[in-house]
């Protein structure tokens, strides 16, 4: 595109026979994918023509095109020596240096060419996490599932978290919420023991910090101590009664270990505080199929599909429907749940 | 009786004194057994699988004996064919007399077990397969498995190849059942996977493990009909039971729909579990999901290990236990009555109490003699360096025993126990005190002998001669009051129990007894004498 929309100034410079023959050549070249024709077809243009900026941005975009950035950027230079305007060209420098790793020089190019995308992810590679968040943001907004900018913006909050985790450290290490961010870094990565320290030290500081106990609690679950999560549930329920996520993850705990009608009530509590979350359905329905509340259950399960049709809730719904319909006798339900669970099971596998 | 107790075990009990420990650990004089899985770098899957243990009174003193198999010699890596030395006295299977004193006596040679074959062993089925009051032993291996008929004088003698039972492949656990009720006792072997010593794989990263089963492919069970006269005849294909293959370990019996034809399920390694149901006609149809016993109660498959088909909640229908590695809890369902069973892990507070655990071999008996069968787990992670992969989870642990406060379960403290790589276990009452005793075999290690504690509770153990049906009575339903205890040797992981019945009576000291023998006859026994061991033959 950029060596056709050149075409013009090319026409606009004094133009020998020859030099036309080998930017003709190169854009035929080019257009039939034939790249390194096109490339010693620009050279030649360049040689004859070394004033004539379009003739070396023409040979950088062409090794732009064929990925060797390195051997792209001293045309582009020279191009832009030669006009500073020269459209096109920053934009293509600004990427070529970007890729070869000159996060920091790319930065001003593509600050020129405007190119928010790239811009964004130069910001993010040489240090300027905010900027880069802004300008990630930005062309999220016009391409909104673009995966390359999901993934650098996904990037840039981390480093950003990181940034604001190490300020935190830095300035109070000591504090209870240095410790229970710590506790919940350790604890995402699986490092338990660790994790309960930090958690147990920010507690002991802050006895009334939310959100510790259930951190603390899910590391009991991951790890099976399912007394130790009903504790630490229970903590949290109590200290910050309007968590309608402790108090889903205290009935999930209560239902395994029996406690049923407990498990019911907290589960209930949480479905009104924050009402149909498919997890608390799926939760709830499994707990009155337990105490023979097949109606409930049934329900309940039925607003689990009404939200999630592929997914492993939705499996686990069928599946426990098809438990269901086949206890009271309801044979055909009891077959197409049946069927739609295996469906979606062989999907997934 | 001479039973040396582990004395550091008793303080940990103290907080319990007032019924005393439920079982104690004891180092009988003269089982000097040691099981040899030989570990390799390889990471060969039969490595983490043995070994089984038999409660049997092969010599009919009326005190149990405690047959041991062994494993096998391993090289590193290891050529194929293998013979696994078992020609060599340390990988010997170990048959031990019990003697009066409660000690015990290695007669494995003079018995004539010393020939443990060529293949690697597993786990042991009992079984009087020929009437003639003698329990014979059925040895299953990765390679061939051995029948040894009991001679009736001490000895044994292998009688494999007249019996047509060698199987074949890889077979873990075994059973002895009278699945048509003709009145001989039938055999079903179950076999976990389609597995060569030469393609075994390696897995793991960073951290080198043994493979999961879903590496490999499964293969079918085997069922074979006893047809009189010492000779059995394959008929896993002609009963439908080669319609599905699995990745077997555990099996139990029992007849879970009331027809009179005993059922069987089969604990299979991280897939659909597998309940045949017995159609009377000599075929068998596989139900599981059907009947809910499949899967888990979110539809997920796991990694079934052992099995106890026996009744926890005392409404006269056997339920399903079957245990499984940690963080996927044990799996009880409960038996509805309607042909379908319900997850009863979360009703009965089993999930709770497990989900930590890894679990092989368990059965459900009355440990404390309350009328509510408790279960018992021998308990390990399957991955030896598992300590590596989840700082959460351990590879050895005690048993476990959950006690079953009617029909809900409550764990036992047994902490204090050593921690082991626990397999298989069988169950049965080694010195006739009424209290139910446990034999874990251990990987790679010696067994543990589990002594039941004797307490106020009232008990009754009946051993069943049938005559019309099989000589042992297996598959007899006994019931006293709303217990009920089908009789079968099999269930568990790779073991056997003793064939008595065991009942805890509570206060009870008499009892009437009701016994629907597998011939259809009716036997009931009025106001029996609790705190004894009965024999009971079926009427003529």
Known sequence: ?349 | MRWFVHRGLCAAFLSSAAQGPPVELVKPAGLEFTHRNSPTTQKYLIETMGGGVALLDYNNDGLLDIFLVNGGNLEDPQAVPADFRRGDPAYWNRLYRQNRDGSFTDVTAAAGLSHAGNGYGMGVAVGDYNDDGFPDLYVTNYGRNILYRNNGDGTFADVTEEAGVSAGGWSVSAGFLDYDNDGRLDLFVSRYLDYDLSRNLLCGTPFRSYCRPDKYEGTTNLLYHNEGSGHFRDVSVKSGITSARGKGMGVAFNDYDGDGFPDIFVSNDLMEQFLFHNKGDGTFEERALEAGVALSDDGKPFSGMGVAFADYDNDGLPDITVTDLALEKYILYRNDGDGHFSYASNATGLAGLTARSSGWGLGLHDFDNDGWKDLFVAQSHVLDNVERINSALQYREPPGLYRNLAGKFEKSALASLPPVAGRGVAFGDLNNDGAIDAVVAVLGGRPMILRGSANRNHWLILKLIGSRSNRDGQGAKVRIGKQSVYVTTAGSYLSASDSRVHFGLARDSHAAIEILWPSGTRQILNDVAADRIVTVKEPQ
Request: charged content about 25%.
């Open chain 1, 1 to 349: 595109m950029i060596a056709v929309s050149l075409l013009s100034m090319f026409l606009a410079f004094q133009v020998t026979p020859e030099l036309r023959q080998h930017v003709d050549a190169g854009l035929k070249a080019k257009a039939a994918g034939d790249l390194d024709t096109a490339i010693h077809e620009f050279k030649r243009a360049a040689e004859l023509a070394p004033a004539l900026p379009a003739a070396h941005v023409n040979l950088g975009a062409v090794y732009l095109e064929k990925k060797d950035y390195a051997n792209a950027i001293q045309p582009l230079r020279k191009a832009l020596e030669l006009n500073p305007d020269l459209p096109g060209a920053q934009g293509m420098l600004g990427a070529a240096l970007l890729a070869l790793g000159y996060a920091g020089e790319s930065v001003s190019h593509l600050e020129k060419a405007g190119a928010g995308n790239l811009l964004g992810v130069a910001l993010l590679e040489s240090g300027r996490i905010r900027d880069a968040v802004d300008q990630l943001e930005a062309a999220l907004q016009k391409r909104p599932d673009d995966p390359d900018l999901l993934y650098y913006l996904s990037q840039a909050h981390e480093r950003l978290a990181k940034q604001l985790f190490d300020r935190l450290r830095e300035t109070s290490p000591e504090s209870a919420r240095a410790q229970q961010m710590l506790g919940d870094v350790l604890a995402a990565s699986g490092n338990r023991d660790e994790a309960a320290k930090h958690l147990g030290a920010a507690l002991a500081l802050r006895p009334d910090l939310r959100g510790v106990h259930v951190v603390l609690g899910e590391m009991y679950v991951e790890s099976g101590d399912y007394e130790s999560a009903e504790r630490e549930f229970r903590a949290e329920t109590q200290m910050v009664p309007g968590s309608a996520t402790a108090a889903y993850k205290l009935g999930s705990v209560l239902l395994q270990r029996g406690q049923v009608r407990e498990a019911i009530a907290e589960l209930q509590r949480s479905n009104a505080l924050l009402p149909d979350m498919p997890e608390t359905l799926l939760e709830l329905g499994k707990a009155m199929a337990t105490t023979g509340d097949a109606a409930s259950a049934e329900k309940m399960l039925h607003r689990v599909l009404d939200q999630e049709q592929t997914s492993k809730l939705a499996e686990a719904a069928h599946f426990q429907l098809a438990q269901l319909y086949r206890k009271l006798g309801r044979s055909a339900d009891a077959d197409r749940e049946m069927k739609l669970f295996q469906g979606i099971r062989a999907r997934q596998k």
